[in-house]
């Protein structure tokens, strides 16, 4: 009869405990279920607060980098430095920043807004030179005897994905001497050319791979693309 009752306890404190392992069990599947969950809602928490961050930030530098880009061209093309039209020139681009900062970088790839501002300044004597270029040779093609001048359409697609990328192209190739964009369409330009040469060199693709460097969207890496691509990963990885 003790033997029995002996055994009989001895079943019983072994349901208990097998009981009370598993209420522990369960105890702890629940705590890394929380603490799991936190820590997915601390992650997001914090991810939330970075991107808001970096939009307001991003904003910020668009607003700036459009201002700044209006203000000269104001400069540039008024000629004038006195106080009442530099006043009006800053005022004129501050609204204009806030209304469009948005549009002209809406398309911006990886890399800091200040990289493609950067790029397009470097754009610019390019340009120029270009620009001095082509009034040469067509003041040549209008003051030779023959005026050997063969006017033509051309018609290409280009590799440029954005909208303001598309613009920059057109307007380059607009202000440029020999050469006016039509139109585009879905990213297919329509150019008048005044001549064969004028229309080779528009093939050559000189104009639209610096365009492409400039918005990062060129279909080969530049050195400076990978630098700027190391440098976000670094601080992304931080976050981790």
Known sequence: MEVT????STDDSFRILESARKQAEGLLDSAVRLTSETRRVEKKNIEAIFKGAQEAKSGLENFIATFFMLFIFWV????????????IGFICSIVVAQLTHDLLFA???????????????????WLTCQIIQANI????????PKMPIDPQILRFRTKLESDI??????NSITLTPGTITMDIKNGEFFVHALDRKVADDLHAGDMEDRVAHIFMEADHIY??????????????????
């Open 137 to 144: 040779y067509v003041a040549y093609l209008a003051l030779s």
């Open 76 to 87: 540039l093309l008024s000629g004038k430095f006195d106080l009442f039209h530099l006043t």
């Open 223 to 240: 050195i400076q693309d990978a630098l700027d691509v190391a440098r976000i990963y670094l601080a992304l990885r931080k976050w981790e």
């Open 5 to 8: 009752l002996l055994i009989q």
């Open 165 to 170: 990328s598309w613009v920059t192209l057109a």
């Open 107 to 125: 398309n911006v790839r990886v890399g800091e807004i200040w990289v493609i501002v950067w790029r397009f300044i470097a754009y610019i004597p």
